[in-house]
């Protein structure tokens, strides 16, 4: 089975602008979930998303938004970027069951000049 | 006051030696995950724990849901198992909040 997938894995972006990044999830998983690592703030928790509908948010500005696909793949999207937004992005996938582990794909690196 | 607090922050071993990272969290929780992540970001699942005791080769990890504490150990050390172990409780639905870390250095 392949695992999780996030594309790209560097981005670099100049502020004011608008990023999307994506992760495809393990096959039959249908919750996704999205967190930002940075050496100041550690690993936050973004949001999560089942079957095409955002179940959890975490503290951040509406800025972070996301969107998730029949097909469980699922986007997220930072607009007007700020020097603070460098990052990885990690995203992880499970079956949405009480035993089921986190699977997370190896993050996308953002850099913010 | 952090919401999970892991200790120690930093702990170099040498091969063979047993190893223990704790961690504490503040409030009821559905399940704690112990995560291994290596230089390059890649983030590994160990375990997911909502009571008692689990074992993976020579990983076990436990949790007292009365006291809110977790340990992590590793048992014959190995330099391959040098990395970041993150202690994570999760609310619902992956609501996850993170400790700050262990950075486990195991020397030959």
């Known amino acids: 089975k392949a695992g999780v997938t996030q594309t790209p894995r560097y981005l670099i972006k100049t502020r004011g602008q608008q990023v999307t990044l994506s992760c495809s999830p393990i096959?039959?998983?249908?919750?996704v979930s999205w967190y930002q690592q940075t050496p100041g703030q550690g690993l936050q928790f973004l949001f999560e998303?089942?079957?095409?509908?955002?179940?959890n948010k975490g503290n951040f500005p509406g800025r972070f938004s996301g969107r998730q696909f029949s097909n469980s793949r699922s986007e997220m999207n930072v607009s007007t970027l700020e020097l603070g937004d460098s990052a990885l992005y990690l995203c992880a996938s499970s079956q949405d069951r009480d035993d089921s582990p986190l699977h997370f794909g190896n993050g996308t690196r953002l850099t913010v000049t | 006051k952090n919401e999970v607090e892991q200790s120690p922050q930093n702990l170099t071993a040498q091969e063979g030696e047993f190893i223990t990272i704790n961690c504490s969290y503040s409030?009821?929780?559905?399940?704690l995950h112990w995560l291994q992540q290596h230089p390059g970001g890649g983030i590994v699942s160990l375990f997911m724990?909502?009571?008692g005791k689990k074992k993976h080769g020579r990983l076990i990890a436990t949790i007292n849901i009365q006291e809110k504490h977790s340990s992590l150990h590793i048992t014959a050390s190995h330099p391959r198992d040098s990395a970041v172990y993150i202690c994570a409780v999760a609310y619902n639905n992956n609501d996850m909040r993170f400790g700050a870390g262990t950075r486990l250095t195991v020397k030959p």
């Open positions: 724990l909502s009571s």
């Open positions: 409030v009821g929780i559905s399940a």
């Open positions: 998303y089942f079957s095409e509908t955002q179940r």
């Open positions: 096959s039959g998983h249908r919750s």
